[in-house]
């Protein structure tokens, strides 16, 4: 073993050693370490920057209090996790989940650091607030408390966020209201994932799903193949789930399942335009459960508390959380004939899982440069807001489709570069830490 070898091994026992029980964590900054080992070993004094990496730059820990609609007094834990500023203001979305914890947050703000390498820098925050079951009142209440306190750590040119789960343009709009009043000016960029009529970008509702999408085609095509006639495999029913979905018909393929928390539906006949619109008033105005679409759709079946990837198909698209394919599942999808998985949410495989895809040849689009669609579209709201300009529809889909395929090219010739030609994860970390990495060195230990 190298030296660079059992330096990276001493970084990731002294991550164990600090903070022992987040385990999510672990599992973000283990599968980034071990694939920078061929890099350092080629160029050892990138070794330099990984001990502080590895450290956020700041994580806010704080108290949300707000009343519920019997005027009882709840109290929530709210998030912000500043982890990396070398390239750029940190930026990273939030997510309100019950599930939401420090662990949690740092291994998503972790991925962010090399997801936004163009040009920003990696955040993420949230709350174990979850808006599920919750009234109007109750979230804004919510929202409005959360950022009365967020507000001191925010701005256009140090920390944007945006949405992830629980978090959507209802959100968005709660929060930017409660800047806004609290600073009394008109920061437009200091959150991205806004709507239309207050300078939020055409396609960023889109992006992240649609992104995946043209990722998923990008790696087919460099096999030859593409996902026409495709039968497709997805989960979640959120943003990004129906917005691959959507993408995915527009480009021929055919998609029999999403899913939520409770069950998965399979339609045999496949999810279409009508059937997806059905799908985006129940959960995003209706706020129901996706069940609801077996009783509405008299072919397709519900299957409670289980997860869509039992099912046979071409290809998979987990769009819901972290660690939804473990390795059991992975052998599911390769023994049922799937050729390739691209994630739409953020760590979604295990890494028993990634070890199946690749062992069986499975083509794998990792998060980190699959679902980037979103923040590189937030990277283009930010640039339309500092303009004062919106640009059109087409506009901001083509310059997306050109976004994912040089995030697809990125991803290959690092790979390459490391000896592991065809493997998008390895890739996607070694590009987004040279850039990180390069600035690190020029900025000297901050
Ligand atoms: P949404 O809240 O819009 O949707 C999340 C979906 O996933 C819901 O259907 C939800 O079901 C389901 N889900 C959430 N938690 C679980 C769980 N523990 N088990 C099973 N199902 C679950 O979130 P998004 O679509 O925005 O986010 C989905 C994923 O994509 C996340 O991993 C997020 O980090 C990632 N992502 C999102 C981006 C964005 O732009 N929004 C950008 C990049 C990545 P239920 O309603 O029952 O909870």
């Not at 985006?280 to 072919?299: F, H, V």
């Not at 592991?420 to 996607?428: D, F, I, K, Q, R």
Request: with cysteine; glycine share 10%; net charge negative.
């Amino acid at each position: 073993m190298s030296t660079t070898d059992n330096y990276v091994d001493e970084v990731y026992q002294e991550v164990l050693r600090r903070d022992p029980d987040q385990t999510e964590f672990h599992q973000a900054v283990y599968e980034v370490l071990q694939s920078l080992k061929p890099l350092l070993r080629l160029e050892p004094q990138y070794a330099d920057v990984l001990n502080r990496i590895v450290e956020p730059e700041r994580a806010i820990v704080f108290r949300v209090p707000w009343a519920d609609d019997d005027n009882a007094i709840r109290v929530n834990r709210g998030f912000r996790v500043q982890f990396n500023g070398a390239i750029g203001p940190y930026k990273g979305g939030l997510r309100f989940h019950e599930s939401v914890t420090l662990s949690i947050m740092k291994f998503l703000a972790f991925e962010q650091i090399f997801k936004n390498s163009l040009s920003i820098g990696g955040g993420k925050g949230g709350s174990d607030f979850d808006p599920k079951g919750r009234s109007e009142g109750e979230v804004m209440r919510f929202c409005q408390s959360f950022m009365t306190e967020l507000s001191h750590h925010i701005g256009a040119n140090t920390d944007i966020p945006a949405g992830d789960i629980g978090v959507g343009g209802r959100e968005i709009g709660y929060l930017f209201g409660q800047f806004r009043r609290l600073k009394k000016t008109y920061e437009a960029g200091v959150l991205t994932g806004k709507a239309l009529s207050y300078g939020g970008s055409e396609i960023r509702p889109e992006a992240t799903g649609y992104g995946c999408a043209y990722f998923a085609q990008e790696m087919l095509e460099h096999h030859g193949d593409s996902l026409k006639d495709k039968r497709v495999l997805i989960s979640g029913a959120g943003n990004v789930a129906q917005f691959c979905v959507e993408k995915v018909n527009q480009l021929g393929g055919k998609c029999v399942t999403m899913s939520d928390s409770g069950g998965y539906i399979y339609d045999e006949n496949g999810i279409d335009a009508e059937k997806l619109a059905f799908v985006m008033d129940l959960k995003n105005n209706q706020r129901g459960r996706i069940y609801e679409y077996a009783e509405r759709y008299k072919g397709a079946k519900y299957y409670k508390d289980e997860r869509p990837w039992n099912v046979p198909a071409d290809f998979a698209f987990p769009c819901a959380t972290q660690n939804e394919i473990d390795g059991e599942d992975a052998k599911h999808l390769v023994a049922n004939g799937v050729r390739g998985v691209c994630e739409g949410a953020n760590m979604p495989s295990t890494p028993d899982a990634i070890a199946i895809y690749h062992q069986n040849e499975v083509l794998f689009g990792p998060a980190k440069a699959a679902n980037a669609g979103g923040v590189a579209t937030s990277a283009l709201e930010m640039s339309q807001n500092s303009l004062r300009m919106s640009w059109s529809r087409d506009d901001v889909d083509q310059r997306l489709r050109h976004i994912m395929v040089d995030i697809f090219n990125n991803a290959a010739k690092a790979a390459e570069r490391v000896g592991s030609p065809g493997n998008l994860a390895v890739g996607a970390n070694i590009a987004g830490f040279l850039k990180v990495a390069d600035a690190m060195l020029a900025q000297g230990v901050v």
